[in-house]
């Protein structure tokens, strides 16, 4: 149980195109998401959380302009990078929970690869 | 702020020895500590969670300690095998986020 799927596990694109990458709780109500971003040789870090019905909050530094964040359902996430630039290109991994606070554990999905031309 | 650091950063082993992958945190306040794995170009595959309330946990050749006073985790690998080569991440939960060590690159030559 608890499974969380990412779609597309890789995308490639060109600079300048949106690009919306989905993440969904297959066999469980995900009242919280989370999306973390991996850079190269480097950690994971949060880049925002997202509650279902609620506008995502967006960690110090992450442009909420940029990466648009979606949560209209309990068992879909939808983040999207709008105008998509090389820098852009990172692994990008989200993870849900079912409770709002954040003390359940976080399910993470296996990842989407963007390379922005 | 939390800051976690995993030591070594790499680490190369026969086949067959036992090891240990340290990670340690400097804010005892979590609600648990996760260790990952994560193979090259993938996503993140959890092995073990041990809640802070826990001082262990097992899953077959795997065994992951807390002391949550002295701010340290270790991930034991019995009779390491060459798939075990891979990335260990160990990640620990404040109130809401996970915080992310930058993981240990292991790999077991044959």
């Known amino acids: 149980g608890a499974v969380v799927s990412q779609h597309p596990s890789r995308v490639i694109c060109k600079s300048g195109t949106s690009v919306k990458i989905e993440c969904r709780s297959l066999?469980?109500?995900?009242?919280?998401m989370f999306w973390y971003r991996q850079f190269p040789k480097k950690s994971l870090m949060l880049m925002a959380t997202?509650?279902?019905?609620?506008?995502?909050?967006?960690e110090q530094g992450v442009e909420k302009d940029k990466f648009l964040i979606n949560h209209a359902s309990l068992t879909l996430s939808t983040l999207t990078v709008t105008s998509a630039h090389p820098e852009d290109s990172s692994f990008y991994i989200c993870?849900?929970?079912?409770?709002?606070?954040?003390?359940?554990?976080?399910?993470f999905g296996p990842g989407t690869r963007l390379t922005v031309l | 702020k939390q800051e976690v650091t995993q030591i070594p950063a790499a680490l190369s082993v026969p086949e067959g020895e036992n090891l240990v992958l340290n990670c340690s945190f400097t804010?005892?306040?979590?609600?648990?500590l996760q260790w990952f794995r994560q193979d090259p170009g993938k996503g993140l595959t959890s092995l073990l969670l041990?809640?802070?309330?826990?001082r262990e946990q097992t899953s077959g050749r795997l065994n992951a300690s807390l002391d949550k006073s002295s701010g340290r985790s270790t991930l034991y690998i019995a009779a390491s095998q060459p798939g075990d080569s891979a990335t260990y991440l160990c990640?620990?939960?404040?109130?809401?986020?996970?915080?992310f060590g930058t993981g240990t690159r292991l790999k077991v030559l044959a």
């Open positions: 993870s849900a929970s079912q409770g709002t606070f954040g003390t359940d554990t976080q399910y």
């Open positions: 066999d469980f109500q995900a009242t919280t």
């Open positions: 997202s509650n279902e019905g609620s506008k995502a909050t967006y």
């Open positions: 804010d005892s306040a979590i609600y648990n």
């Open positions: 041990i809640q802070s309330s826990q």
């Open positions: 990640a620990v939960k404040g109130t809401y986020k996970y915080i």
